[in-house]
């Protein structure tokens, strides 16, 4: 007997998702998703936000690595709070890990959570974890080819983020065919120019962030 | 990379609509891939006979439809295979493009006793 099912494989995550986003939004907080490959910046970019931020914003964070905690203590030198997800080996965050730490977290006092993926450009893109922005950030040194290599990714996130902009002068990066390949199939994504070094872009992409907070 | 998981998830799935269909056993489960996930087969079935040991899905064959990346140009709405760096539309030349297939993953049918 053959039956119909015509399920998605990744319901079961998908729902545990959206009661991560319902509780974020009765609490009041604002997610964003951070992926990228390993080294691309996404803690320094986190570093520097809150730099900037600070101030303006209660920011909390989610850090999700493989095995380490050593990001998870670098943040925690910046009195916010962290809390840590070691996936054990997977390659990607779940809405299920993710629903576990914010459980953990005093999200009364969160405005805006970071959740720093597992670095890798393929397996988080599939995984909604109940984030209201998905972040990608993608470093010069990496090469101008990212978009074509990895479309998924680039075709799911909010803003791009073109990171380690200070070394443009010393390596090979066509901004413009980069660029053009993300507006192509993903006409919705912001586009920046950032670096976590000389701070350039980075007032850009938290002033977009502010807005994004505030239009939710 | 990340098959376990949805292997994971895939085989929750067909044992719940089997339960539900108080089937004795899962001969085949027929899956819809759409090649830009990455998922490889071979890894997915592997995984699955080790999760399913003693269970009504123990033996199971997956087969894998596959399904090429397009996309449709928002020109001129001709629909073609996205090929791997050539990301413009063959008609017209634009190059804004809505991805239409290739990102599925899911559960099309289950054959079973
Ligand atoms: N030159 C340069 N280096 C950067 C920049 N941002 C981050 N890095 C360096 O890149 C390395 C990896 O950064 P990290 O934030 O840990 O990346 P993650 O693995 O994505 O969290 C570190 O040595 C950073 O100092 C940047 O804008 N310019
Ligand atoms: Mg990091
Ligand atoms: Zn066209």
């Known amino acids: 007997m053959k039956i119909k099912v015509l399920k998605d494989i990744l319901s079961a995550n998908e729902q545990i998702a959206q009661a991560n986003r319902h509780l974020l939004n009765s609490k009041g907080v604002f997610a964003v998703n951070l992926m990228s490959s390993p080294g691309a910046g996404k803690t320094s970019l986190i570093l520097e936000t809150i730099k900037a931020l600070k101030s303006k914003v209660k920011i909390g964070v989610i850090e999700g690595d493989v095995s380490s905690s050593l990001d998870a203590a670098l943040i925690g030198k910046e009195d916010v709070p962290v809390v840590q997800i070691n996936t054990g080996g997977e390659c990607h965050l779940d809405a299920n890990m993710v629903s576990n730490a914010i459980s953990n977290m005093p999200l009364q006092d969160i405005e805006l959570l970071f959740i720093e993926n597992v670095g890798n450009l393929i397996c988080p893109a599939e995984f909604t974890l109940g984030e209201h922005k998905k972040i990608l950030i993608s470093s010069i040194p990496e090469g101008d080819d990212k978009p074509f290599k990895y479309p998924l990714m680039f075709n799911k996130a909010d803003a791009v983020l073109i990171n380690k902009i200070d070394l443009l002068p010393y390596l090979k990066f066509d901004i413009q065919a980069f660029s053009q390949a993300v507006k192509g199939i993903n006409g919705k994504a912001e586009i920046f120019q950032i670096s976590c070094v000389t701070k350039q872009g980075i007032q850009e992409w938290t002033s977009w962030l502010l807005t994004k907070m505030s239009r939710k | ?113």
């Not at chain 2, 895939?10 to 085949?28: I, Y």
């Open chain 2, 1 to 113: 990379m990340h098959e376990l998981a949805i292997t994971q998830s895939m085989f929750e799935l067909v044992l719940e609509q089997a339960e539900k269909a108080k089937a004795k056993k899962v001969d085949k489960i027929n899956l819809v891939i759409g090649e830009m996930t990455g998922v490889v087969g071979d890894c997915v079935q592997f995984y699955f006979n080790f999760l399913s040991q003693g269970t009504l899905a123990e033996g199971a064959t997956i087969s894998f439809a596959m399904v090429p990346p397009k996309a449709q140009c928002q020109n001129c709405d001709e629909t073609f295979e996205l090929k791997e760096f050539d990301w413009t539309c063959p008609k017209c030349g634009d190059n804004k493009l809505q991805i239409v297939a290739g990102q599925e993953l899911f559960v099309e049918s289950i054959e079973v006793e």
